[in-house]
C-alpha cells in the first residue's frame, strides 16, 4: 500500500544512498534513468546529477520538474537497463517500463518502487552547467509501507526483496540490512 509521506521527513527516503531512478515529462514524452549520486541537502531539498548528454536531462530542464523512484532488489534488472540502455539510441527503451502519476503531479513515478519524491527545480545555471547537478525542493512524497513507513526504513523487518539496491560497479549490489539504535 502506498501512503504519503510528511514532506518533513521526505529526505529520510535517500539518505542511506540508494541508487535511484529519476525521471521526468515533458510534451507528453516520458523517460527515466538510474542515478546513483542522489543526495538529501536539507529537510526539503535534494541534489541528483544528471549528465548533461542523458536524454532525462532535457525534459527536467523543460518542465522543472524531477522524479525519484527508489527501487528495490527485485527491480536490479530495471536499474541495469535504465542505466545502460539511452533513450537517444534506443527509442522503445522505456516501452516495458510501468510509470503512474499521483493527482495533482505530473511527473512520472517508476512502479513497483518502495518510495517515490516528486522535486521542481531550483534553478542554478551554474551548478547545471559545470557540475551537472540539479537542486530540487521537495513538493510530494510517498512510500510503500511495507518497506517505509512513519518516516522510517523497516528493512529489518520486511522482505528482502523490498529493500534498497546500493550499487557499486560492475553489476555489483549492496543491500541494508539490520538496523542498530543508540541511545544518548
Known sequence: MIREVELAKAYRMVNTGPTCLISAKFDGIENAMS???VCA???DKISVVVDSGAFTRSLIEKSGYFAVSIPCVKQANL??????????????????????????FDAPLVSDCIAWLVCKVL??????SEFD?????IVGAWADVRAFED?????????????SLHYVAGGEFYTL????????
Not at 79 to 101: C, E, I, P, W
Request: hydrophobic share 35%; with cysteine; net charge positive.
Open 177 to 184: 540490512g539490520k538496523r542498530i539504535n543508540v541511545k544518548i
Open 35 to 37: 542515478a546513483s549520486w
Open 133 to 137: 547537478l540539479f537542486i530540487g525542493k
Open 151 to 163: 518516516g522510517r526504513w523497516k528493512f529489518d523487518e520486511c522482505k528482502e526483496e523490498l529493500r
Open 79 to 104: 536499474v541495469m537497463k535504465l542505466g545502460f540502455v539511452s533513450r537517444h539510441q534506443n527509442a522503445t527503451k522505456m516501452q516495458d517500463v510501468r510509470l503512474f502519476y499521483q493527482e495533482g
Open 123 to 128: 534553478t542554478n545555471k551554474q551548478n547545471q
Open 41 to 43: 541537502l536539507d529537510y
